[in-house]
Nanobody, 116 residues
């Protein structure tokens, strides 16, 4: 069974930066969407970035201009660069890939805490 593994979370001061990574346990060649979601305590999970197989990218207004999603050319790893972090960005961040064969894949989450 394929699973996703995130890394890169941690504690950072307001205004700081982090890079999150998401990699699959095996190579997948049919991924058509790679996305990042986050869930803060007591809140619903929300989309923060998505990139399609034809490089269409989507961000909500809350992170536009601060977060950047990207992937490697082999489409084996997805990244999320978080810049100018704010305390309200504190959440567990999850990667989510859509595969034609494997279906909907979620990572286990990585914690991001923005605090002085």
């Amino acid at each position: 069974q394929v699973h996703l593994v995130e890394s890169g979370g941690g504690l950072v001061q307001p205004g700081g930066s982090l890079r999150l990574s998401c990699q699959a346990s095996e190579r997948l060649t049919d991924i058509y969407v790679m996305a990042w979601y986050r869930q803060a305590p007591g809140k619903q999970r929300e989309l923060v970035a998505a990139i399609t197989d034809v490089d269409t990218i989507n961000y909500p207004d809350s992170v536009k201009g601060r977060f950047t999603i990207s992937r490697d050319n082999a489409k084996t790893t997805c990244y999320l660069d978080l810049n100018n972090l704010k305390p309200e960005d504190t959440a567990d961040y999850y990667c989510h890939w859509q595969s034609v064969v494997a279906g909907s894949l979620w990572g286990q989450g990585t914690q991001v805490t923005v605090s002085s």
